[in-house]
């Protein structure tokens, strides 16, 4: 009886513990991106991910950060924007224990900042994960700070260009990664100034709206006159006008009268309607130049001024 009794234990925990590991979540895309030096002399992090499959049940979702990070932001996605989301911390055993609820099928994201190592000229960093879910789809990308150099990663990430087509990023696809199985990405370059990214961005924009004391132009003094010289020119037309209309009646019987006096003259062409170009924008966290009809900034998510 005892060793049945012994049995029925051992089978009941091994079936609890299935269970617990068949409803621990699964994260479907997870996008890391690294900006060292970006708006501070740091690194931030941004995280993005989405757990696999749909429904509104939430299911608590804990990250395991560095115990010197700053969190800067907890976000989900709501309508096309980020609407900020509650979230747990705690301290455990040297890590930054970040919990939040989360929704399968609704993109969230985390954003803190941590340390860079630094030796002289060079900044080393490395982002970790300790495998606490299984990870169907990693992705990891750099934006380099400006004059870095001397790029080294492990593992290698390949050299490409953002979203934009010009901002040179490196990147790399890792995954699927199962739950336990962790993922180190090192990094190191050199830079020998302490110039940030973002105010490297913010100098190359361009200005938004001219200086408040430049002087009128031309265009805008005849503006300014236009309403008189319209009414002068209605004034000759209305002249012009009679006075055909009065020659026009003193025409002798028979006599051809003009085209101006049959009306036969050339009808009045409809103006072209000419195509606006919308003005550049520019994204006020990051500077980031933003695409027509982007409504979010492609780099930070950051909303768009119309």
């Known amino acids: 009886m005892k060793r049945w009794l012994g049995f029925l234990l051992a089978l009941l925990l091994l079936t609890a513990g299935a269970a617990q590991a068949q409803s621990a979540p699964e994260i479907e895309q997870m996008l890391v991106q690294l900006w060292p030096e970006y708006d501070r002399a740091e690194m931030l992090v941004l995280l993005d991910f989405t757990l696999a499959g749909s429904g509104d049940a939430p299911q608590p979702v804990t990250f395991r950060l560095p115990d010197n990070a700053t969190i800067h932001a907890v976000a989900r996605e709501m309508d096309g924007a980020l609407v900020v989301e509650e979230a747990q911390t705690a301290a455990e055993g040297g890590w930054l224990l970040?919990?939040?609820?989360a929704v399968p099928g609704v993109g969230y994201h985390l954003e803190y900042y941590a340390p860079l190592t630094r030796e002289g000229n060079q900044r080393s960093y490395t982002w970790a994960w300790a495998g606490t879910y299984p990870v169907n789809s990693l992705q990891v990308s750099i934006l380099p700070p400006?004059?870095?150099?001397?790029?080294?990663?492990?593992p290698d990430l390949q050299m490409g260009v953002g979203a934009d087509g010009v901002t040179v990023i490196y990147s790399g696809q890792f995954g699927p990664l199962a739950i336990g199985q962790s993922f180190a990405l090192a990094l190191s370059y050199?830079?020998?100034?302490?110039t940030l990214t973002a105010?490297?961005?913010?100098?190359?924009a361009p200005p938004t709206a001219p200086p408040?004391?430049?002087a009128p132009s031309n265009s805008s003094q005849l503006a300014d006159k236009l309403p008189l010289l319209l009414a002068g020119v209605g004034i000759l037309l209305l002249g012009a006008g009679a006075f055909f209309y009065f020659r026009a009646d003193e025409a002798p019987p028979g006599g051809k009268r003009t085209a101006a006096s049959k009306g036969g003259g050339k009808g009045r062409r409809k103006a072209k309607k000419?195509?606006?170009?919308?003005?550049?924008?520019y994204c006020p966290q990051c500077g980031q130049r933003?695409?027509?009809?982007?409504?979010?900034c492609r780099i930070c998510g950051t909303r768009l001024r119309d």
């Open 190 to 194: 050199d830079k020998s100034d302490e």
């Open 290 to 296: 933003a695409e027509p009809g982007d409504r979010f």
């Open 199 to 204: 105010e490297a961005q913010s100098a190359a």
């Open 146 to 154: 400006p004059n870095a150099t001397n790029w080294q990663f492990q």
């Open 274 to 281: 000419t195509k606006k170009t919308p003005a550049a924008r």
């Open 212 to 214: 408040a004391d430049v």
């Open 98 to 101: 970040v919990t939040l609820n």
